[in-house]
């Protein structure tokens, strides 16, 4: 059995781990109120919170129907109606913070993903170009085929976005 890190490149660990620190700092650099609806929504979620208010609702409905010898004291459930209806108004808040961050953060993710994509890009270009001068240089056949010089040349990004954007 291997243990954690064997098998990847020595470049690879050092990503993952690097990766690893900053998910640790932006979590510790997060603000209260997004511990807070984090925590809120991570409770909400869960099977204990259904079992929770299966339970919390179930026993206010038993004690409320007249089927116990005690006096109901929300006989027409109002005011059930009206903690479950305030309760899915908070929920539904704390969900959409959460969500808002978690979308921050996935639009960060895109963002570099985009740079060290267009970086890759790049540098795959320059290669193609000095592989091809390298192969006309040695008189290679394959040098002069036109599909060459148009993968040496840059992409513009915002031309690639605008042809995008403009066939949408």
């Not at 899915?88 to 978690?102: G, K, W, Y």
């Not at 040098?143 to 148009?150: I, T, V």
Request: proline share 4%.
């Amino acid at each position: 059995m291997t243990g954690p890190g064997e098998g990847l490149a020595p470049v690879m660990q050092r990503n993952i781990e690097a990766l690893v620190e900053r998910r640790r700092q932006a979590d510790r650099a997060r603000s209260l109120q997004d511990r807070l609806a984090d925590r809120i929504t991570g409770f909400a979620g869960s099977m204990r919170s259904v079992v929770l208010h299966g339970a919390v609702f179930g026993a206010w409905a038993v004690l409320n129907s007249g089927l116990t010898p005690l006096d109901p004291f929300d006989p027409s459930f109002v005011i059930l109606a009206t903690v479950a209806s305030v309760e899915a108004i908070f929920l539904s808040t704390f969900v959409l913070i959460s969500q808002n961050r978690m979308q921050a953060q996935a639009d960060a993710r895109a963002d570099l993903d985009l740079q060290i994509s267009l970086l890759a890009e790049h540098e795959i270009t320059r290669l193609v170009s000095l592989v091809t001068a390298m192969a006309d240089k040695m008189d290679i056949e394959q040098a002069r085929e036109p599909e060459l010089a148009e993968l040496a040349r840059d992409v513009a990004p915002e031309r690639v976005l605008d042809e995008i954007e403009g066939t949408g």
